[in-house]
């Protein structure tokens, strides 16, 4: 393993209505040491106040994909999408050549948990479009993005694949890094071991030389496993 980023060395934003850790650099949490995995440019973890959100705001030319672990978002944006993504869902959205849009918790009442990630992709300036799917709780590994949408999972436009991987307690299983690629481990809920050293929620790994993650699950767990391109060594 030649990147860990534990969960507590995060890049933190803390205001009235957000709650939200940064794994690489974002917004007004700068570490160059921490720009980034790859193609993989953002996972913010946030959590959103009963009622309160991001208002309308605008992206270009990043593909940006939210997968909800608790409520629901409220989405709408400038090419005329409204919809709302519930718990269990993920939702991609090409920014392109620009969009608009805005993503506020649902409930008046409960919190808003999801994870915003963030991917550069292969083609610029494309007409922006939009995608969500019910990600069905399924053991093991399963993928769930991926350039042409294979699978019945979202597609997207770059160079990367996303699988969820789901482990009940005691369980285990070996994560291969595909040859002359590169991956990336986050730990969506629950704790375990990989490789022999102890990992938590908020925990993320990353593999460049290394060929396999050997993971033992000591609660049931989930994660995300990105299968991304390798970056020019300088």
Avoid: C
């Amino acid at each position: 393993m030649e990147y860990i980023r534990k969960a507590h060395e995060r890049g933190h934003a803390q205001f009235s209505w957000l709650d939200s850790h940064h794994t690489f650099s974002f917004g007004g949490y700068y570490d160059p040491a921490h720009m980034g995995f790859s193609n993989l440019r953002v996972i913010n973890d946030d959590t959103v106040k009963p009622g309160a959100g991001f208002e309308t705001h605008g992206h270009a030319n990043m593909e940006i994909v939210s997968y909800i672990t608790q409520g629901t978002i409220a989405h709408q944006d400038s090419t005329g999408n409204q919809y709302t993504i519930p718990q269990g869902e993920l939702q991609r959205m090409t920014a392109g050549r620009g969009i608009e849009h805005s993503e506020f918790n649902f409930s008046q009442s409960e919190p808003l948990k999801f994870l915003q990630i963030w991917i550069e992709p292969q083609q610029r300036n494309i007409p922006p479009s939009y995608e969500q799917k019910t990600i069905e709780s399924q053991p093991g590994l399963q993928l769930v993005v991926s350039p042409n949408g294979e699978a019945d999972s979202l597609s997207i436009n770059a160079d990367a694949s996303i699988y969820r991987l789901q482990l009940n307690d005691n369980e285990s299983t070996e994560l291969t890094r595909q040859e002359n690629r590169w991956g990336y481990l986050h730990i969506v809920q629950g704790s375990m071991t990989i490789n022999d050293e102890a990992f938590q929620t908020g925990d993320g790994i990353g593999v460049v030389n290394t060929q396999a993650l050997n993971i033992q699950a000591h609660e049931n767990s989930v994660a995300l496993w990105f299968d991304l391109p390798p970056v020019p060594q300088h």
